[in-house]
């Protein structure tokens, strides 16, 4: 039994649980690197660690031509989304910990030191990390370090977007996760992993930050994200109004504000996304998709405006949302955006 702990161990420290639909050529470079890596430690990282790789019902099943190792299991599924190949591999895992990776990224080469220095002695559910994004064909990156913070500080920090997050950038506890029967909504398919990221800091007692580089995020030109979802760009909205109930369950005070705030600005950066991404063969949805928007800002509750140029950006989509010309700037916006 591991010092810290007060619960038997499972068979590994940490699984790396990677979905993967389509991408076999960046899956095999991604398994390759935490090879070599694994290959270069000093001690066998064999029992330590696994990698589970989910297939989420990829055209053709390549897993014979992936990398073999003991570290890695190849799990194939009837496609399901990102939250569905996400929740078998936590369903999978025989590990004290959980790190998710996305197939088209990668991680530092001291990935398992950061692991092992943290993660054995360790009685926290969540570790947040650092990590950094690169842009493909442009070179340029964005480091996003976190404070040194835990408790209720580094909550508030994450509600108001003091610290950059990703779901890849975060190790969770599997005892945790069992005990607060924590899964990615499959119901919902955009900001599914802003829901889980959130109702894992609602109910976490005890969570903690690193300024430790654990992950490093490729945006790729013409990538899911960066695409316009039409009408199913709503499905963001069910995820906010999930997070909604979550902060009424579970915070009050300053953290359900701040969690009021978080909200406000998740809404912002949907409208923004709308103005830069609409096109107009999506007139339609566009347009309704800002009649939602302003319903769901009209139910957030109030809040306490940070003293930051974030926090003024926000007071001033307020003053537009409620305003009745909010449709018609938005449609001036938007011409303005495509010409």
Request: glycine share 6%; with cysteine; charged share 20%.
């Amino acid at each position: 039994m591991t010092a810290g702990r007060g619960y038997p161990l499972n068979s590994k420290l940490c699984s790396i649980i990677i979905p993967v639909y389509n991408d076999w050529d960046y899956l095999k470079r991604l398994i390759e690197r935490i090879l070599a890596i694994s290959a270069g430690a000093a001690v066998d990282l064999n029992h330590l660690f696994e990698v589970i790789v989910i297939d989420d019902g990829s055209a053709s099943d390549l897993s014979a031509q992936m990398p073999v190792s003991p570290m890695v299991t190849y799990l194939r599924k009837t496609n399901g989304g990102v939250s569905s190949a996400r929740n078998l591999g936590i369903d999978s895992a025989s590990s004290d910990y959980i790190m998710f990776l996305d197939c088209d990224d990668d991680i530092p080469d001291n990935l398992f030191e950061i692991m092992q220095r943290d993660l054995v002695a360790s009685d926290k559910d969540i570790h947040q990390y650092s990590y950094v994004t690169r842009h493909e064909g442009t070179g340029a990156e964005t480091s996003h370090i976190i404070n040194s913070a835990d408790g209720t500080e580094l909550f508030s920090h994450f509600l108001l977007k003091k610290n950059s997050f990703h779901i890849c950038s975060f190790i969770f506890s599997m005892k945790f996760l069992q005990q607060h029967q924590l899964r990615f909504s499959e119901d919902t398919g955009l900001s599914e992993d802003v829901l889980f990221i959130f109702n894992a800091f609602a109910v976490a007692a005890k969570v903690k930050g690193f300024e430790d580089v654990l992950y490093y995020y490729n945006i790729r030109q013409g990538s899911v994200i960066s695409s316009f979802k039409g009408k199913r760009e709503t499905e963001h909205l069910s995820a906010f109004a999930q997070i909604s109930q979550l902060s009424k369950a579970h915070l009050s005070g300053a953290l359900q504000s701040e969690a009021n705030f978080f909200l406000k600005t998740c809404l912002i950066n949907l409208y923004v996304r709308s103005l830069k991404l609409a096109k107009a063969n999506h007139a339609a949805d566009y347009l309704d998709l800002l009649q939602q928007m302003k319903r769901f800002g009209a139910a957030i509750g109030r809040c306490r405006y940070p003293y930051s140029v974030k926090g003024l950006f926000v007071i001033v989509f307020d003053v537009l949302l409620k305003s009745s010309q909010f449709e018609r700037l938005s449609k001036v916006m938007n011409r303005t955006v495509h010409g």
